[in-house]
């Protein structure tokens, strides 16, 4: 077998140039699509969705309903909803295809949950891999799972909260009595409604942690970070009990409530 020239390569790479030259390009068809259903007025929904997006919030009809927005880059190619309904429950799952499934096609799915404002909803169960997750609205209870995905909360009252995320933000903007957070390597945006006097746990890695406090909240205030900072300021009657440069325990209130903020590496900041 003959040796490959440097001059053999020269033509090569040439006619390589010459061929994306003058050859056009392809052009590549995105198409756009929709769905929607309504689902009655179930008082507990749970999702499941991988690459989706997922909103929550009011609307003005009298029945949930799910309407699901896609671009494909394939025709034909679509997901879908899947929905069971029964005994005031809705399970809500997003089929997404992709090709040989391994590669995708679909780009920018969404999926919004319209609820009437009047229904009073019992529980929310959300659950994606690398979508967002958006809820707009009040719940007994919430659970929030995203793999790389954010979560963003922003309700007027919300009794139990739960999140989880790996790489993805958190933003809380809502009344709550419960808060368990757990994040890996996303940032945790929290605010402390006036009156507080329930229980907070946030646990996060590598993600720094934010905490605004409005008004008078009732709690005792523990934060422990590895490496990371720790600071407070402009809280209004707060008593430090112990203070370190990564640990802090202060008396906020009458302190009946209880507010732990644990991390490895992400500096903490509390302000009113």
């Known amino acids: 077998m003959r040796a490959v020239t440097g001059a053999a390569i020269i033509y090569l790479?040439?006619?390589i140039s010459l061929i994306a030259l003058f050859t056009p390009p392809l052009k590549a068809s995105v198409i756009q699509g929709s769905e929607s259903r309504s689902i009655g007025r179930p008082a507990k929904i749970a999702v499941r969705a991988g690459i989706?997006?997922?909103d929550v919030r009011y609307w003005s009809g009298n029945e949930v309903k799910l309407r699901l927005e896609w671009f494909s880059l394939l025709p034909g190619?679509?997901?879908s909803i899947n929905?069971?309904?029964g005994g005031g429950e809705a399970e809500v799952e997003v089929a997404e295809p992709s090709v040989g499934g391994i590669i995708p096609v679909l780009l920018d799915v969404e999926l919004e949950i319209l609820v009437p404002r009047q229904l009073g909803l019992e529980a929310l169960d959300i659950r994606t891999s690398s979508g967002n997750i958006g809820v707009e609205v009040?719940?007994?209870s919430l659970k929030a799972s995203a793999s790389s995905g954010s979560v963003r909360i922003t309700a007027t009252y919300i009794e139990e909260v739960s999140i989880s995320t790996s790489s993805g933000n958190i933003i809380v903007k809502a009344g709550f009595r419960s808060l368990s957070i757990v994040a890996s390597s996303g940032n945790v945006d929290v605010i402390i409604r006036e009156g507080f006097r329930g229980d907070a746990v946030i646990q996060t890695s590598s993600g720094n942690v934010y905490i605004a406090v409005e008004g008078v909240v009732n709690a005792i205030l523990t934060v422990d970070t590895s490496s990371g900072t720790v600071n407070m300021a402009g809280i209004s009657g707060a008593m430090i009990l112990e203070s370190g440069p990564h640990r802090l325990v202060a008396k906020l209130g009458d302190g009946d409530g209880k507010i732990n903020i644990i991390?490895?590496?992400g500096n903490v900041y509390i302000h009113s």
Request: overall charge neutral.
């Open 13 to 15: 790479l040439l006619a």
């Open 52 to 54: 989706t997006n997922i």
């Open 77 to 79: 190619v679509k997901p």
């Open 83 to 85: 929905c069971s309904v």
């Open 138 to 140: 009040d719940s007994g």
């Open 263 to 265: 991390t490895s590496s």
